[in-house]
């Protein structure tokens, strides 16, 4: 079993729907990253979580540690946010990132 | 300047040469990664500096060389690879540890031939 699963793996809906990814891990963690990868390239850091609940602008990243649960709310999406979309827990005395595998999310205009 | 760069963009290199992949990052950060990434995975972590030491390596085969010469720069030196080390690596960098948020590099796509 892995230790970081994310649902769905594959999501495609029209533009100004309401989305959102999920994530579960099995371990203790110290911080839980949203990360948000276009095709062909570079990694942006969406949000660093420890607890509760962050927004910024359109997207909103929620956290219950207790459940080992997280997720990412994108509002009124656009095509634009189209890209892979990948939840990486820092477990809790480690020196590294678990990635899930990602969900791939396209956004039809 | 919250930027890591990376260079080259591109790298084609045959199974005898070799050749260094470039990170720097002058936020002032003390904890700098490297990951390998194949398409349509996630990226796979291959060594992590902790203040210009290294402090993980994840197994990584010896035709992988990572240097930390100073506090903003990584260097990846590679020799002898094969054809399946093709991929995109990437250079990141965080404040001290991976709870703090890293800022991704654009990434080398290499190339084995």
């Known amino acids: 079993k892995n230790e970081v699963e994310q649902s769905p793996q594959n999501l495609t809906a029209q533009e100004g729907e309401f989305i959102t990814i999920n994530c579960s891990y099995s371990?203790?963690?110290?911080?839980l990253h949203w990360l948000q990868q276009h095709p062909g390239g570079g990694i942006v850091s969406l949000f660093m979580?420890?607890?509760g609940k962050k927004k910024h602008g359109r997207l909103i990243a929620t956290i219950n540690i207790q459940e080992k649960h997280s997720s990412l709310h994108i509002t009124a999406s656009h095509p634009r946010d189209s890209a892979v979309y990948i939840c990486a827990p820092n477990p809790q005395g480690a020196q590294k990132l678990v990635f899930g595998q990602g969900t791939r999310l396209t956004i039809n205009p | 300047d919250t930027e890591v760069t990376q260079t080259p963009k591109h790298l084609v290199m045959g199974m005898t040469n070799k050749k260094s992949l470039k990170c720097e990052q002058h936020?002032?950060?003390?904890?700098m990664y490297w990951y390998k990434q194949k398409a349509k995975k996630p990226p796979e972590l291959m060594f992590v500096y902790s203040y210009e030491k290294l402090s993980i390596n994840e197994s990584v085969p010896s035709r992988f060389s990572p240097e930390c010469p100073n506090s903003s720069l990584l260097n990846l030196h590679l020799h002898a690879l094969q054809p399946e080390d093709s991929a995109l690596y990437l250079c990141?960098?965080?404040?001290?540890?991976?709870?703090?948020?890293?800022?991704f590099g654009p990434g080398t796509r290499l190339t084995v031939l």
């Open positions: 990141a960098s965080s404040q001290v540890s991976p709870a703090d948020t890293q800022y």
């Open positions: 936020m002032g950060h003390r904890a």
């Open positions: 371990v203790g963690i110290s911080a």
């Open positions: 979580l420890s607890s």
